[in-house]
């Protein structure tokens, strides 16, 4: 993806409320108008990056993009797992993200076991990649140093 890092923000809304209960992972989902305003260039996978929940630290994460093949979704999503521990729900919020790099391609998986151990190695992944100095910089961008309320896309 030659736009990265991409930078986004959008409310968070109320996704398929698999994260957490199916998967132990739980997510932060997008909006419509967020994920329909990725470049044309964003292929479908898996990413990682950084985010923030308002005006809260930034911590790592890792960002599905596409039509979760697992579960035959209809439309396309962006969902993004935060790796840190919140207290509680942040629904309504606005979530601040910065897509640094791609991990792979968005797959099926034969259970949900491996799907759930594909997640935990992107996260793995994730950890490892975002320590390195080129990706550690974007953790103090500008971006999440700006007004909160605003809704962008973009670099």
């Known amino acids: 993806m030659r736009s990265l890092p991409y930078f986004c923000r959008g409310q968070v809304v109320r996704g398929f409320g698999r994260g957490s209960k199916q998967l132990g992972i739980p997510t932060a989902n997008f909006p419509e108008q967020v994920v329909d305003s990725l470049p044309a260039d964003v292929s479908t996978g898996i990413y990682y990056g950084w985010a923030s929940v308002g005006s809260g630290d930034v911590h790592k994460m890792v960002v599905s993009i596409g039509w979760n ?11 993004t797992h935060i ?3 919140f207290k509680e729900d ?3 919020e606005i979530l601040n993200v910065a ?3 791609y991990l792979r391609p968005e797959k099926n998986f034969d259970s949900l076991e491996a799907l759930i151990s594909a997640i935990q190695g992107d996260i793995e992944e994730a950890k490892k990649r975002l320590d390195l100095p080129e990706h550690l910089k974007l953790k103090d961008d500008n971006f999440f140093q ?8 973009g670099h």
């Open 69 to 79: 093949p697992y579960y035959k979704n209809v439309k396309k999503s962006m969902e």
């Open 83 to 85: 790796i840190h521990t």
């Open 90 to 92: 942040f629904y309504g």
């Open 99 to 101: 897509i640094v790099g």
């Open 146 to 153: 700006i007004s909160k309320g605003k809704i962008m896309n």
